[in-house]
Each structure stands twice: as C-alpha cells, then as structure tokens.
C-alpha cells in the first residue's frame, strides 16, 4: 500500500515539474504540447485595448422585437471577434432613452483593427422596387439578415460563374415567400451593406426558404462573402459612435506589484504553517507549490487573466490552506484521544472531509452563478476561483494526504 502511494506521489511530482516549465521556462520561453508560444493571456485592465460605441438603427424594427434584435447582435459581435482570438471580449447593450447603443471592448487590439473586424459583419436586407415616375425607390421589407441561417457558394451549371446561396429560418422563409408572391413580374434588390448587389425579376413565388445571390464578383470574392455571412450577418445596421485607446489601468509595474504581493503573502502561510504545524505544515507547504503550479498551468489554456481574476487566484490560495488546517486540527484532536500516527491520520481526514467538501461545493455554486449572470471581468473572478477550489479539493484530499501517510507514519513507527 505505501509502495503504491509512494509511486503516486512520484507521479505528481513529476507532473508538478512539467507544470513549472510551462509556466516558469528555463528558456524564458513558455511552450504548449505543441511546441508553440503559449504567453498569459491578458484581459483589457491590464494591457488596454479598444473601446467603442455603436448606435443600432431601430427604425424598421417592431418595439416588441427590440430587445431581441439586440441580444442577436450581441451574440454576432461576439462570434465575429472570437473568430479572430481576442482575449476576453467585452460585449455590451445599452439603452438611453430611445437610443440603443452596443459597447465593445477588446483588450490588445489596436482600435483600427477592431473597428474593421466588427465592421465587415455584413447587412444584408431585401427591398422592393418602386418606380416614381423616371426615378427608382427602394421600399424596406421586414426581410433582413436577422432570419439568415446559413450561406453556401455554389456555380452555374452552364457558366460557371460564382453564385452565393442563402438559407432562411423558418420565419425568414415565410417573409421571403411572401416578398416573392406579391412582387411577381417585379424587380426586388439585395442590398449588402446599404448597397444594391443585385436587383433580380421575381417570375414566380418562392417557396422553401432559400434565395441566391449572383452579381459581377469573383470565386475569392464570393468565398469570403459566405464567411461573413456565416459569421453572422447583423439583424439591424448599427453606426460608429466613438473611438477611443484605453490605456492599462495597472500597467506592467502594478502587474508586478500584484504578483508580489501574491508571493509574500504565500511564503508568509507557509512561514505560519511551518511554525504552528511543524512537519504537518512542510506538508502543507509542498502541497501548496503542487497546488500553485498546477493552477497557474491550466490558466494557461485559455483563461484571460483581469485584476478580479487574479485576485480569485490569490484568494483561492487561502482557501487551499484552510483545507488543510482542518485536516491538521482533527488529527491533533485524534492524536490526543491516544490513536496511532497512521490511524490518527485517517480519522482526521475522514472527520475533516464533510466540512471541506461543503464549503467547496458552496463556493463552487457561487462561482456557477456569478460566473453565468455577470459581465466579463466578474467572470475572470469567478473562473480562476472555481478552478481553484477544484485544484484545491485535489492537493489536500490527495497531495497532502499521502505525503502524511507516506513519510509521517514512517517516522513514528
């Protein structure tokens, strides 16, 4: 049985170490498994980035549809930035007066860059065609990118040429049917960002929810209108408000700061816990830097660390050594009652489990909840804590526990 701990610790060890290269590397150089630079992520507040303001042109939508028309804009701005791997993105709605306003922001993107990727989301909307004497006007339909379900480029069997086939929703479908039956022998114009791409004659109604489109563009051309398409096409048109650089609030010197204050305040638990608990807080003190590394490794894998993310780590840290204060406190209490070493041990983990699995699992909701109904930088808090407590349930129930049966039982036989 202790053969078999033994080798288990030596197998945390050694996955303690590789989690020490990845995070701090020999070569200053931090790689993933596959051999690519894998740095810290960092979120708006600490390397700055964009901050822009949309206003949405709510002109042709129905009151009632409002609020949905903008939870769909938010959900494209969001997929529409993710495709391009922005650290922690920040999408907001805002509503003043009758004005509705959509609030980005984006950490370590250059606004100019920013501004053109949420700028080639494409509008698309059909239109009918009225004619006015000599002159031509377009009517707004109801039919709009919003009821677009996916996009596709197909050929012309006889020309070859690039077409882009368009596939609506089920309520799209209708809409569409219905612009087709009332315009039959008439001309209706697609327009692709407020410009007219084409302007076909309806011959008969359409059915089925699908539309092309074919105009004077090549296949590339076409290739990357699909892309935007099924990137999301924007459910109403929205214009650029303002611009602004937001510098880091913190900067690379309070980054430092907070990491040393991280630092100190750990080798002061350990300081306490080597004092107080002697051998049981070397223990402690070993599961710590397990616990440490193995955290700081996973928030290598796509966590965005904020200021509020940091402090989750640090406060998650806390936690970790609460768990084995109450570990140490019930094994005292069996070493009184005059229990063996290794029988003491047990009884103390066993007796210390319940308070440490609740007070886990409370944790854990809280950090579920804040985490699904808040914005973007309570996230980060809630993320880094609640992987914490997981880590934490890991280096106390298993790290610091075999280290105790392993070399405390061996010492006092």
């Known amino acids: 049985m202790k053969k078999q701990a033994k080798l288990i610790l030596t197998g945390i060890a050694v996955v303690a170490v590789l989690a020490a290269l990845f995070v701090l590397p020999i070569s200053k150089k931090p790689f993933d498994f596959g051999g690519k630079v894998a740095p810290w992520r960092l979120g708006l507040d600490l390397v700055g980035g964009s901050h822009l303001v949309y206003e949405v042109d709510m002109s042709n939508v129905e009151a009632k549809d409002r609020d949905s028309v903008m939870g769909g804009l938010k959900d494209v701005i969001e997929r529409r ?23 980005v922001e984006l950490a370590g993107v250059p606004v100019e860059e920013a501004i053109k990727q949420i700028g080639e989301t494409p509008m698309l909307d059909f239109r009918e065609v009225i004619e006015i004497g000599t002159s031509t006007a377009f009517l707004p339909t109801q039919l709009t990118g919003r009821y677009l379900k996916k996009a596709q480029m197909t050929f012309d069997q006889t020309l070859g040429t690039p077409s882009v086939s368009l596939e609506f929703n089920e309520e799209g479908g209708k809409l569409f049917e219905e612009l087709t039956a009332r315009n039959i022998g008439k001309p209706v114009a697609i327009f692709l960002d407020g410009q007219p791409i084409e302007v076909p004659t309806v011959q008969e109604k359409i059915s089925g929810g699908t539309a092309q489109i074919t105009g004077k563009f090549t296949s590339d051309e076409a290739r990357k209108m699909v892309e935007r398409f099924n990137a999301g096409a924007l459910s109403a048109p929205m214009s650029l408000m303002s611009q602004q650089t937001v510098g880091a609030s913190l900067g690379q010197e309070s980054l430092k700061k907070a990491i040393d204050a991280g630092i100190y305040g750990t080798l002061i638990i350990v300081l306490f ?33 904020t200021l509020a993310g940091i402090a989750g780590y640090i406060l998650s840290i806390g936690m970790a050594v609460d768990a084995n204060i109450l570990i140490f406190e019930r094994t005292k209490e069996e070493l009184k009652r005059g229990l063996s070493r290794s029988a003491a041990i047990e009884e103390g983990f066993r007796r210390a489990w319940s308070s440490i699995r609740d007070s886990n699992i409370s944790t854990g909701i809280t950090c579920l909840i804040l985490f699904v109904t808040t ?38 036989k």
């Open 81 to 103: 930035v993710n495709l391009f791997g922005v650290s922690e993105p920040q999408v907001i709605t805002a509503k003043e007066g009758d004005s509705h306003r959509l609030i």
């Open 273 to 305: 816990m080597l004092v107080y608990y002697r051998g049981f807080g070397l223990y402690a003190s070993l599961a710590l830097v397990v616990y440490i590394l193995l955290t700081a490794a996973l928030f290598k894998f796509g966590v965005t660390m």
């Open 375 to 412: 914005s973007s930088f309570v996230k980060g808090f809630a993320l880094t804590l609640g992987i914490g407590v997981l880590v934490s349930m890991f280096s106390a129930i298993t790290v610091t526990r075999l280290l105790m049966y392993v070399f405390s039982t061996k010492e006092h």
